[in-house]
């Protein structure tokens, strides 16, 4: 015990010390050495690429949740318009899909049908989200009646980047 003590008193003497993996420090040398300092860099690098993925998928979801709740808030727009007879018209949206275009619905007033209607306003899907109903190449009509707001049964399918939003239309017009 006295040999451990005298050691102890030499060691703080030189101003060395051992720690519990022998290894010799100097009280004065403060900070951290490279390699602690790369390490904890990598682990922060690792953390923030993983991060960034999570973020990005969380983004897309959000930017397809919201085009859908766009669309949906267009169609009970027209829907509305149609049940209150306004202008003593049928009102409706025009789906279009493109190929390799643009995606885009115009929401439009008529006696009859598209073709025959009155444009009210267009309005395009955010970039990377696009239709799947109407599949490419193709474009859907939905009208509500004069009244009633009822209409054809119908879906729209809108998706981004594997994630997918459905809207469906019953035959009384609700959307949900």
Avoid: C
């Amino acid at each position: 015990m006295k040999e451990k003590k005298e050691k102890q008193k030499m060691l703080n003497e030189s101003g060395l010390h051992h720690s519990i993996f022998n290894i010799q420090y100097s009280p004065r040398t403060r900070g951290f050495s490279l390699l602690e300092l790369l390490i904890v860099i990598s682990i922060i690098a690792l953390l923030g690429s993983a991060g960034a993925g999570f973020y990005r998928g969380f983004v897309k979801n959000v930017e397809l949740q919201s085009a859908s709740k766009a669309i949906a808030s267009d169609l009970r727009y027209v829907r509305s318009k149609s049940m209150i007879g306004e202008d003593g018209l049928k009102w409706g949206a025009h789906i279009v899909n493109e190929n390799g275009g643009s995606q885009y619905y115009e929401l439009f007033s008529t006696a009859t049908d598209y073709a025959a209607g009155t444009t009210i306003s267009t309005s395009t899907l955010p970039a990377g989200i696009t239709f799947s109903d109407p599949s490419a190449g193709t474009s859907k009509d939905i009208i509500f009646l004069k009244i009633s707001g009822a209409t054809t049964p119908a879906t729209i399918v809108i998706d981004s980047e594997g994630s997918t939003q459905t809207l469906t239309i019953s035959n009384i017009g609700t959307v949900y």
